[in-house]
């Protein structure tokens, strides 16, 4: 009887064991699976400036809402949403809605924008005419090859007083064969990189120079002390975050960007561009 007792108990003890120890990797794996519930990595491309600037300044808060934020720098503005489309980036910040809209109708791409951050007033630039009324009849204006670009730079050329567009024509669609008055005879060369803008500016003298403000910045240009003139801040042309539709309404993504609309935010890009890039909520 005494030797059926122990092995009864030996039995037990094992039996407990075994319990015990399912429950401890019950319990590790519990903790595991809540670890990797409240981390969430999100993949964003950015222009260097001001747009990754911009978020390396949120990735902090970002952080204590369990979202790390992967910075992936673009210098061009093709790859970014060829690359969100083929899900290597799960958001990008670095065009404004006009463009997007244009690759979205030229591609196909599946993509939208799910909150407006900044806008980068677009800026004339010149080596050597100091002033709207100095500039010579036929100066040259050299401009990007970004077509959604077009009619946002002609219209503030109107703003200006230096020519007409067609009222029939919408000002953000615009294009150079939509001038109808132009008395400064001025011709305009769309034949270029946004990234190159800044070295013909320093190349070229007597030509005006469009430039997009974040290359301007790059470049160690200040848009509101350097350029001949520049958008006013009531712009349209809002810099967005951009998705795939899939993800429009994912929980990580609409938390990037309340952040970004938040207070501290706001206040870090009024302080760090002084105006040359102004943010929106």
């Known amino acids: 009887m005494k030797k059926i007792l122990t092995l009864f108990s030996v039995l037990l003890i094992l039996a407990l064991a075994a319990c015990g120890g399912n429950a401890e990797n019950s319990e590790d794996a ?14 964003i491309g950015a222009s260097s400036v001001p747009h990754a600037e911009i978020l390396e300044e949120a990735a902090p ?3 204590e809402k369990g979202i790390e934020l992967d910075i992936e720098p673009y210098e061009d503005y093709v790859l970014p949403n060829d690359d969100l489309a083929s899900g290597e980036l799960d958001a990008n910040y670095f065009q404004h809605i006009p463009y997007l809209e244009q690759t979205v109708a030229d591609t196909g791409y599946e993509l939208t924008h799910i909150g407006g951050i900044h806008i980068e007033p677009m800026g004339v630039y010149s080596k050597s005419i ?22 946002r730079i002609l219209g503030l050329f109107q703003s200006e007083g230096l020519l007409t567009i067609d009222e029939s024509v919408d000002v953000a669609e615009a294009q150079i064969g939509d001038i109808v008055d132009n008395p400064k005879d001025l011709t305009f060369t769309p034949d270029f990189d946004p990234a190159f803008l800044p070295e013909l500016y320093e190349a070229e003298e007597d030509t005006l120079v469009v430039i997009n403000t974040n290359f301007a910045i790059e470049a ?3 848009p509101l ?3 001949l003139f520049i958008e006013g801040e009531e712009s349209p042309y809002v810099n967005v975050i951009a998705v795939k539709e899939d993800d429009e309404n994912d929980e990580a993504l609409q938390t990037l960007v309340d952040v970004l609309h938040s207070e501290d935010m706001q206040n870090f890009i009024l302080d760090n561009y002084e105006g040359a890039v102004v943010p929106v909520n």
Do not use: F
Request: hydrophobic content about 25%.
């Open 61 to 63: 808060l970002l952080a």
């Open 130 to 151: 100091a002033n709207i009324d100095d500039i010579p009849e036929g100066t040259e204006v050299i401009l990007s090859n970004s077509v959604s670009d077009h009619g």
């Open 225 to 227: 002390e350097d350029s």
């Open 220 to 222: 160690g240009l200040n």
């Open 30 to 43: 519990t903790s595991d699976e809540g670890t990797d519930q409240e981390q969430t990595t999100i993949k």
